[in-house]
C-alpha cells in the first residue's frame, strides 16, 4: 500500500482502525503512523514508521532512541522528532508509575524493564538511586547526577541526605556504560566502596549496585562485590 493514507480504503487507515476496533489492532508501524500523522515527500507515514522500525530494530529500540538518533533518519524534521520524543516519555514516565510502590526484590524484571528504557542506551552516563522503605517497595527513583560517574563525581552525601528525606531505608544504585562494556571499572568499584560506607554511617541497607548498557547489566551483589 503506497501513496497519502487518506486515499486509503477507510478499514486500513490506522487511525480509523484504531477507532473502530482498537489499538491493539493497529500494526507497530501504524501505531507510529497516528503519531507521527504525515509523512515525508515520497513517504506515507506508514511507510516511515517501517523505516523506524527497521532503523532501530523494533519498538524497544525506538523506545531507547534520543534526539541525536532520531536526527540521523532522513525526513524527521523538529516536529516529528518532538512527537516520538513526548511519545518515549511518557512510556517511560508510565513504567515508572508502574514500579513506584511496588517490591523491588519481588518484582526484579518489571524494575530492570524500566531501568534498562530509562538509562541503558543514553550517550551520557548518569548514576540513578532507587530509594526503597522497609517493605523494600520502591518510594521513588532519580537520576541526581550526570556526566562522568565516578567517585569524585556523586557526592554519597547527597544521596543519604535524599534517602533521609524520603525516610527510606534501602537504595539501589544504578548506572550505565554507554560504552557497552559492563564490567565494573576501578573507578566503578571505589564508588561502590563510598556508596556503601555512607550508607553503614546511618543505618541504610544498599542492596545492589547495577551496572547497564546496551547488551544488557551486571550486578554488583551477584558479583560478589557489594
Given at each position: 500500500?503506497?501513496?497519502?493514507?487518506?486515499?486509503?480504503?477507510?478499514?486500513?487507515?490506522?487511525?480509523?482502525?484504531?477507532?473502530?476496533?482498537?489499538?491493539?489492532?493497529?500494526?507497530?508501524?501504524?501505531?507510529?503512523a497516528?503519531?507521527?500523522?504525515?509523512?515525508?515527500?515520497?513517504k506515507?507515514?506508514?511507510?516511515?514508521?517501517?523505516?523506524?522500525?527497521?532503523?532501530?530494530?523494533?519498538?524497544?529500540?525506538?523506545?531507547?532512541?534520543?534526539?541525536?538518533?532520531?536526527?540521523?533518519?532522513?525526513?524527521?524534521?523538529?516536529?516529528?522528532?518532538?512527537?516520538?520524543?513526548?511519545?518515549?516519555?511518557?512510556?517511560?514516565?508510565?513504567?515508572?508509575?508502574?514500579?513506584?510502590?511496588?517490591?523491588?526484590?519481588?518484582?526484579?524484571?518489571?524494575?530492570?524493564?524500566?531501568?534498562?528504557?530509562?538509562?541503558?542506551?543514553?550517550n551520557?552516563?548518569?548514576?540513578?538511586?532507587?530509594?526503597?522503605?522497609?517493605?523494600n517497595?520502591?518510594?521513588?527513583?532519580?537520576?541526581?547526577?550526570?556526566?562522568?560517574?565516578?567517585?569524585?563525581?556523586?557526592?554519597?552525601?547527597?544521596?543519604?541526605?535524599?534517602?533521609?528525606?524520603?525516610?527510606?531505608?534501602?537504595?539501589?544504585?544504578?548506572?550505565?556504560?554507554?560504552?557497552?562494556?559492563?564490567?565494573?571499572?576501578?573507578?566503578?568499584?571505589?564508588?561502590?566502596s563510598?556508596?556503601?560506607?555512607?550508607?553503614?554511617a546511618?543505618?541504610?541497607?544498599?542492596?545492589?549496585?547495577?551496572?547497564?548498557?546496551?547488551?544488557?547489566?551486571?550486578?554488583?551483589?551477584?558479583?560478589?562485590?557489594?
Open positions: 500500500m503506497s501513496g497519502v493514507i487518506r486515499n486509503w480504503p477507510k478499514h486500513e487507515r490506522p487511525r480509523e482502525i484504531l477507532l473502530e476496533k482498537g489499538p491493539e489492532y493497529v500494526s507497530d508501524a501504524g501505531l507510529l497516528i503519531i507521527l500523522r504525515t509523512g515525508t515527500k515520497g506515507d507515514a506508514v511507510s516511515l514508521g517501517r523505516e523506524l522500525i527497521g532503523a532501530f530494530g523494533g519498538l524497544k529500540g525506538l523506545l531507547r532512541a534520543d534526539r541525536d538518533d532520531l536526527n540521523r533518519i532522513h525526513g524527521l524534521g523538529p516536529a516529528k522528532i518532538s512527537q516520538l520524543l513526548a511519545s518515549i516519555e511518557i512510556a517511560k514516565r508510565q513504567m515508572k508509575e508502574e514500579i513506584v510502590g511496588r517490591p523491588a526484590i519481588n518484582s526484579p524484571s518489571d524494575v530492570t524493564k524500566y531501568i534498562s528504557m530509562a538509562v541503558s542506551n543514553l551520557e552516563e548518569v548514576f540513578m538511586v532507587l530509594y526503597l522503605n522497609a517493605s517497595e520502591i518510594i521513588t527513583t532519580e537520576i541526581p547526577f550526570r556526566g562522568t560517574v565516578n567517585q569524585s563525581a556523586v557526592y554519597p552525601r547527597e544521596v543519604i541526605k535524599r534517602a533521609i528525606s524520603l525516610n527510606s531505608t534501602g537504595l539501589i544504585f544504578v548506572h550505565n556504560h554507554p560504552s557497552g562494556n559492563l564490567t565494573p571499572s576501578k573507578c566503578d568499584i571505589a564508588l561502590n563510598k556508596l556503601m560506607q555512607a550508607c553503614a546511618v543505618d541504610i541497607i544498599p542492596l545492589d549496585h547495577l551496572i547497564f548498557g546496551p547488551g544488557g547489566h551486571v550486578s554488583f551483589r551477584e558479583e560478589g562485590l557489594m
